[in-house]
């Protein structure tokens, strides 16, 4: 049973910066799939905001690109999004997901690919104040 645990949430000031943690178990699809971020504000639809194949290969959403960066630790099993200079359009809740057949570059370029994700965890907060 594949399980995503996000964590490292909270509320930051803008310009500040904050690193998200999501422990991934019983995913054995990195091979030919992706590990990501996704991001739920109120309001606005899902969207890929960082996503990273299993050869390290990463892809941005062209509002964080720059300013993010996704990696992960094969030895923990963990992912990462470090997030620096924060905006206040910043602010939603973040996912990890993990799908065995999308690649980064599908997840982050083909806005319907969140209907397709086939693993999501829970979310963790993150409130960036102006």
């Known amino acids: 049973e594949v399980h995503l645990a996000e964590s490292g949430g909270g509320s930051v000031q803008a310009g500040e910066s904050l690193t998200l943690s999501c422990v991934v178990s019983g995913f054995v699809g990195l091979g030919r799939g992706s590990l990501s971020w996704f991001r739920h504000a109120p309001g606005k639809e899902r969207e890929g905001v960082a996503a990273?194949?299993?050869?390290?290969?990463?892809y941005y959403s062209d509002s964080v690109t720059e300013r993010f960066t996704i990696s992960h630790d094969n030895d923990k099993s963990t992912l990462y999004l470090q997030m620096n200079s924060l905006k206040p359009e910043d602010t939603a809740t973040y996912f990890c997901a993990a799908d065995e057949s999308l690649i980064a570059s599908l997840v982050i370029g083909y806005p319907q690919a969140v209907r397709l994700i086939s693993y999501w965890g829970q979310g963790t907060q993150v409130t960036v104040s102006s």
């Open positions: 990273i194949n299993g050869d390290g290969t990463t």
